[in-house]
């Protein structure tokens, strides 16, 4: 039997969520009630717990779909190989697996070049005989060698245009006995031919009709440029005397085999000719005349600027140009009216 008076209950409850409990002690209309409320708590408490089960089972679908599978003999790790690390390396075609030279004189084809190779920006090689005969494709190579060696200069570049192995050209640029040198040699037929030299610092002309062929020294050259008569050096139109054409009137001829620079008096009427024209030589030719009276014809096939020849004003010096045209005749200008 109850023990308690309507409307005063027991009020014991759960521990963890305080739902109101039954007791023996309380009359049915205070415990009814009671256990309506309590059933109510339990199923609120219970449908929260399904909705938040629910929210966590979507976010561990989620980070499911997004988890990277074991792979046999592979382990995790932060550094990972991203695609345009992938991107890069495919760019780099075939270099990305060529092998590297394995020697500084390695000239084995597809290979990668390594700084220094051939001397390129990096230390200069050390060559030997053997070494600058064996160098096969073409190339430049910073090279010193110790002993002057197969192009006789001790250090400078080396180019090389190779065929076939049997056909190869050297020019090396560089010290020969402290005097800086240019030389060249030829592989024909597998065979090396001597180096020779093309210039050192003190060379400035090709020597004429030697018998070596090689440049000569300036002493040299210069013993050979006094030794020439003017009339050889005429012939090139730039240097020598000037040949006066007399100081009267009448016919004057220009001679060119003995010079290209002429200069005369017209004190009377003068016709101008040419003679012993070199034939095909591109002939350059002044004329200085001192005018005083008299007109000037001069020769034949003279070409003017627009075709329009200048007047030539008597007590007045004229300086006339020719150049002889590709097609036959002269071209002519003139700088005229200057005092006497």
């Known amino acids: 039997m109850p023990t308690t008076t309507p409307g005063h209950p027991i009020d014991q409850r759960t521990q963890q969520l305080s739902i109101p409990l039954p007791h023996i002690d309380n009359c049915h209309e205070d415990d009814v009630p009671r256990l309506r409320t309590a059933i109510e708590m339990i199923d609120a408490a219970v449908h929260g717990a399904q909705e938040q089960l629910a929210g966590i089972n979507a976010a561990n679908a989620t980070a499911l779909a997004d988890k990277v599978d074991k792979v046999a003999g592979k382990g995790l790790s932060a550094n990972d190989y991203s695609s345009a690390d992938k991107a890069k390396v495919a760019g780099l075609g075939t270099a990305a697996t060529a092998n590297v030279t394995t020697s500084p004189l390695d000239t084995t084809a597809g290979r990668v070049l390594k700084v220094g190779d051939f ?56 010290m020969g006995n402290s005097t800086p040198v240019l030389k060249v040699r030829v592989l024909n037929d597998g065979a090396w031919g001597a180096p020779a030299t093309l210039l050192h610092t003190n060379n400035i002309a090709q020597s004429e009709g030697g018998s070596t062929g090689y440049p000569m020294s300036q002493a040299a050259t210069t013993a050979a440029i006094n030794n020439h008569t003017h009339s050889e050096f005429n012939k090139l139109h730039r240097l020598g005397s000037v040949t006066n054409l007399g100081q009267d009137g009448g016919a004057k001829t220009m001679d060119l085999s003995v010079g290209g620079t002429f200069s005369c008096w017209v004190n009377a009427n003068t016709t101008f000719a040419f003679s012993n024209v070199p034939a095909g030589a591109d002939c350059e030719i002044s004329l200085e005349i001192a005018h005083i009276s008299g007109t000037i014809t001069l020769p034949a096939d003279c070409y003017w600027s627009n075709g329009i020849a200048p007047q030539f004003t ?27």
């Not at 053997?130 to 197969?150: I, R």
């Not at 004229?318 to 200008?333: M, Q, T």
Request: net charge positive.
């Open 119 to 174: 001397g390129l920006g990096g230390p200069t090689q050390i060559l030997s005989s053997a070494q600058e005969n064996a160098l096969g494709s073409s190339s430049t190579c910073s090279y010193s060698t110790a002993d002057e060696s197969n192009l006789q200069s001790y250090s400078g570049v080396l180019q090389i245009g190779y065929h076939m192995g049997a056909y190869a050209t050297q020019i090396s640029s560089g």
């Open 314 to 340: 008597t007590s007045k010096c004229h300086v006339l140009f020719f150049k002889r045209r590709s097609l036959g005749g002269w071209y002519v200008s003139a700088l005229t009216g200057f005092g006497l």
